[in-house]
């Protein structure tokens, strides 16, 4: 199904979800999906998974929310919102459970200059490597902003200096943004790196061109196994001669 990236898969599997490498030929444009899957079936799987998790989601949303608000000493700090760029280009709230203390500077400075990890609580690390802090993002799946999978919707400042530099990146839009994905489960976090935002988009590009129930299925699979190894909050670089890439945490909140 496709090269797979330039680094062993995630968790030691070897599973027939891997994402093409980044270096292609020119691209074409990317279609939106069709079929009857895409028009119907991937909204029952989300309606099946809403109802599904957020009995769960709730349960463990409250002493998050306590956790936090006792960490960073308010209410309205309990919950961290940014605009992030979705499904055909528009602008929509995401949320999600707050991870750092507050930048000094722009948010995306701090993610430009690798700064985002020094931020982070330790509390907000478990969270990020079990993506717990992703839990408030089934308001957006409830408001239709977003499906429990698909790419990762990006900062408006990181998705505009990602399409200046990697050639079709906007195309990943042609469907609705993802709370996990092929990209998250095989990359993880990406710092500024165009490689690594390369692979990214053929991640984006394999799942739309091949968008079917077994790859979510097997997508959701993986991401439960991500989450229970605590791999959320890191990337492995491309191999680069002489050993494997580095790990890092880069992001933003």
Not at 127 to 153: K, S
Request: hydrophobic content about 40%.
């Amino acid at each position: 199904m496709g090269e797979s990236l330039p680094h062993p898969a995630p968790l030691g599997l070897r599973p027939s979800v891997r994402a093409p490498r980044s270096r292609q030929a020119p691209l074409e444009e990317l279609q939106a999906p069709r079929g009857a899957y895409a028009r119907w079936g991937k909204r029952a799987l989300n309606l099946s998974l809403l109802i599904v998790t957020l009995p769960l989601a709730l349960a463990l949303a409250f002493p998050i929310a306590l956790v936090n608000w006792f960490i960073f000493g308010d209410v309205r700090r309990i919950l961290y919102c940014q605009p992030r760029v979705g499904y055909r280009g528009k602008v929509f709230s995401i949320f999600k459970f707050r991870t750092m203390r507050q930048a000094s500077g722009d948010a995306f400075d701090s993610w430009k200059e690798g700064h985002d990890r020094l931020r982070v609580t330790r509390f907000g690390r478990l969270l990020r490597n079990t993506h717990l802090d992703e839990l408030p993002q089934l308001l957006n799946v409830l408001r239709g902003e977003m499906d429990f999978i698909g790419p990762r919707p990006e900062m408006i400042e990181i998705d505009q200096w990602a399409s200046a530099h990697v050639p079709g990146f906007a195309d990943r839009n042609v469907v609705l943004p993802g709370i996990t994905g092929l990209a998250q489960i095989t990359q993880g976090y990406t710092g500024m790196d165009e490689d690594a935002y390369g692979l990214k988009l053929s991640a984006d590009r394999y799942y739309c061109q091949h968008l079917s129930l077994r790859l979510d299925l097997e997508i959701l699979f993986r991401t439960g196994l991500w989450m229970i190894r605590g791999r959320g909050w890191r990337w492995q670089g491309p191999r680069r001669e002489g050993g494997e890439g580095e790990a890092s945490a880069a992001g933003g909140e």
